[in-house]
């Protein structure tokens, strides 16, 4: 038997097989409504139909696209249907798809500006058009004292701020010296669970992470946050940071951030934004009053792997003083030593994040902005709003359905007015008949629907399906 001296992929089989890929994407895009929503495997389907070892020899592309239709397909979740109303929206475009395969092409690590400047400089200036585009402050901007970054995801963004955070009120003693375990942080009872998360990993301990208790309509109570700093603060205490929600995940529970921020500003601490799902609806002027107050915080997240139609992954993160950022993650290893970083000319972008090594995420997002403009993004934005508040115009008119929160964006809660199990029963009917998917959850103990409209290709007639779908099954019960 003779072995090939060469088993790469050469350039015109590549193009073949990219031509197939392509194919396969716009068909999968014309055909998704044909699939149901959410997959119905059973644990360890899919697994099952693989073989227990990798094979001796490759293989052709065919067979693997083959599998990919009879065997990954039925495992999958159509989170690009249109007909996709659970979590919250995850959507892609074409545009990002595009952005996508180039960077996936090019492969550069951007870890620092002289490993592949343009993956550092095309991200610096997508950031500052963000910025514009939402209104955000000035501050954020890279050419003052702060600046905007690509993260993985909000969970890592929020995990940044509160290393920065950590840095900045132990005087930089905990990267050196470990923690001692007295600072505290306070975020919402309805805040993300990627806050805890990010308390475990950065050493603060859950026992000292605070859920402030909210009001009727889920959003943290100032005057429970001030006095519980007070307290903490009486105890010999350090109080460092708040995490304040722009957009709850149960609810899009809005905080009041203005008054957040009078709390954090009378105690000098830490204000993050976590708006990592709503935050795309400030492109649209009228609804950027949700990032009133926005003036003060030290640091914003939001996600365009969200609601800005950017595939996973792609979130952005800002703060104002990019040196309290810099000052708790970099490092600088001999290898890594350059001119223009010496000189202090560049930005390096793994100072801004956890990993060393990233990838070149910003040219997704600069397609998609270019692609369909602040114009478009706005129309888009704006339609799966109004779409979502025409649904809670008809939970509101309902005989069977009750609103339970009057959210003025693009998620409606809402629930059977005979309780509980009527609720859980419509869910699970509509999800399992694969023609729309929602999720739910738990509101002041009781079973609430959520209906999230943000996928790309939603219209008015799928949002009017799901409202059949539910009503009809709320007519068997
Ligand atoms: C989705 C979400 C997160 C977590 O986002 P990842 O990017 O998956 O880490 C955090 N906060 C809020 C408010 C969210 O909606």
């Known amino acids: 038997m003779t072995k090939k001296d060469n088993y790469h992929m050469d350039p015109e089989t590549f193009r073949t097989q990219a031509y197939a890929a392509i194919d396969w994407i716009v068909d999968y895009m014309k ?49 690009q249907s249109p007909n996709f109303f659970a979590y919250f929206p995850g959507n892609s475009s074409g545009p990002a798809i595009l952005g ?3 960077s996936a092409s090019l492969s550069v690590q951007g870890m620092l500006w002289a490993t592949s400047p343009a993956c550092t400089e095309v991200e610096t200036q997508v950031m500052d058009w963000l910025v514009g585009m939402l209104g955000l402050p000035k501050k954020f901007r890279s050419d003052t004292d702060g600046g905007g970054v ?23 003693k905990v990267n050196k010296a470990g ?22 990993i950065a050493g603060i301990g859950t026992d000292n992470l605070r859920l402030i208790e909210v009001d009727d309509l889920f959003r943290m109570r100032p005057e ?18 708040v995490c304040t929600c722009v957009g709850t995940t149960s609810t899009l529970a809005l ?9 954090t500003r009378k105690h000098g601490l830490w204000l993050h934004v976590d708006a990592a799902m709503a935050g795309p609806a400030a492109i649209c002027p009228e609804y950027r009053f949700i990032n009133e107050g926005v003036e003060d915080a030290d640091s914003y997240t939001f996600n365009p792997h969200k609601w800005l139609f950017t595939n996973f992954d792609c979130n952005a993160f800002f703060v104002a003083d990019r040196a309290a950022l810099i000052n708790a993650l970099s490092i600088l290893p001999e290898y890594l030593k350059n001119e223009a970083t010496n000189a202090g000319a560049v930005f390096d972008y793994r100072d801004w994040h956890i990993p060393l090594g990233r990838r070149f995420r910003a040219l997704k997002l600069w397609f998609v902005i270019r692609h369909y403009g602040i114009e478009g993004l706005q129309h888009h934005i704006r339609k799966h709003v109004s779409m979502a508040q025409q649904f809670k115009r008809w939970v509101q008119d309902s ?67 799901v409202w059949r779908l539910l009503n009809d099954e709320a007519n068997r019960i």
């Open 150 to 172: 690509i993260q993985h995801s909000a969970s890592d963004a929020t995990l940044c701020a509160l290393l920065a955070a950590r840095e900045k009120f132990s005087d930089g």
């Open 255 to 263: 905080d009041q951030v203005a008054e957040m921020a009078k709390v």
């Open 100 to 102: 996508e395969i180039l």
């Open 179 to 200: 923690g001692r375990g007295n600072l505290v942080a306070y975020t919402s009872a309805q805040a993300h669970s990627s806050i805890e998360k990010g308390c475990m």
């Open 224 to 241: 429970v946050l001030d006095a519980q700093i007070q307290k903490d603060i009486e105890a010999g205490l350090t109080p460092f940071f």
């Open 399 to 465: 005989e069977v359905f009750e609103l339970v929160v009057d959210n003025p964006l693009n998620l409606i809660c809402f629930r059977h007015s005979n309780g509980d199990e009527a609720s859980e029963k419509i869910l699970q009917a509509v999800n399992d008949s694969g023609e729309a998917y929602l999720t739910h959850t738990k509101l002041d103990g009781r079973y609430t629907l959520r209906l999230a409209v943000g996928q790309t290709h939603t219209e008015m007639e799928h949002v009017e399906k």
């Open 31 to 79: 055909n998704i409504e044909d699939y149901p929503v959410l997959s119905s495997v059973k644990p360890g389907d899919i697994r099952k139909q693989l073989p227990d070892a990798a094979p001796e020899k490759g293989e052709e592309f065919e067979a693997m696209l083959k599998d990919v239709n009879d065997i990954v397909m039925p495992g999958i979740t159509h989170w």
